[in-house]
């Protein structure tokens, strides 16, 4: 029976430093070298994910933009993407009317690029940018319009609370959406993506990909939600959010104790003892 293992990266994963420590990536790369099937899901793109997972050499394909896309880790192949249609139009106007300037992730002749207009930046977007300073993706425009040039997949939105929870809800009915603070800035933040773009989905095409059976999920935040329902089973880091631990099979370790490797590595020594082989440690 096989079993697809698919874990959340911020929060979950990595450590508060946005990094996969050298003892979950030793743990996840000797288990995948063995025959485990494991991937992750995150809200990261590819480029930044890449970045704070490595020394993992995962080489099944990933779940990133929430689901939006699933991506070969190995060749960087867009496998499974979910594009807006005509609708982002309509919501681009309702974000726009309400003073609130986005970032939009496109794929504009064949190059995969975030588009936003820096005189309308909130200090939150400012400080986001920063971090994606020498990006190939970075995209500055002058006019709205020039915003929804190109396949656009990935919408999001930094702003204050009250400007943003409003559209959360007016939004949700019609497409995905994911309304959380930041992690690491604490800054608020409302993604929107196409109404069939999802971790959970994005995990499920993934389990019928590689034949498994089973899907065991691992999260620490509310747009994990999705995936622990798909999944058969799941687990909340300790450091997880109430409602997270409340929809969860089980809690484990925090993400700064290495939670998943343990739990991982703890369950393939049980399941090695079971079928009387020895499972050496990392």
């Known amino acids: 029976m096989k079993t697809l293992y698919v874990s959340d990266l911020d929060g979950t994963l990595l450590r508060s430093d946005e990094r996969t420590s050298d003892y979950t990536n030793g743990i996840i790369n000797r288990l995948t070298e063995q025959g485990m099937i494991f991937s992750y899901a995150t809200a990261r793109s590819l480029v930044t994910a890449k970045k704070v997972t490595r020394g993992l050499c995962a080489r099944i394909p990933l779940i990133v933009y929430n689901g939006a896309f699933v991506m070969d880790n190995v060749t960087g192949d867009l496998l499974i993407a979910n594009y807006f249609t005509q609708d982002i139009r309509e919501v681009l106007w309702q974000l726009l009317e309400h003073e609130i300037y986005p970032i939009v992730y496109s794929y504009i002749n064949g190059a995969e690029k975030f588009s936003y207009i820096r005189e309308r930046c909130t200090k939150g977007m400012i400080d986001f940018l920063q971090t994606r300073k020498g990006d190939p993706r970075d995209n500055p425009v002058k006019t709205t319009e020039e915003l929804l040039n190109g396949s656009c997949f990935y919408i999001t939105c930094i702003d204050r609370p009250d400007k943003l929870k409003p559209l959360y809800h007016t939004c949700q009915e019609q497409f995905h959406c994911v309304y959380q603070t930041d992690l690491y800035t604490k800054e608020q933040w ?17 389990k019928k990909r590689f034949g498994c059976s089973r899907l065991v999920a691992f999260g620490d935040g509310r747009n994990d939600l999705d995936l622990f329902a798909a999944a058969d089973e799941s ?25 998943v490797a343990r739990w991982l590595e703890q369950h393939a020594r049980q399941n090695g003892q079971k079928r009387g082989c020895a499972i050496s440690p990392a």
């Open 235 to 259: 687990y909340a880091v300790e450091n997880a959010v109430d409602e997270l631990k409340a929809a969860a099979t089980g809690v484990i370790l925090s993400n700064q104790e290495d939670g």
């Open 190 to 206: 409302l993604e929107i993506m196409p109404r069939q773009a999802s971790k959970a989905n994005a995990a499920l095409q993934l």
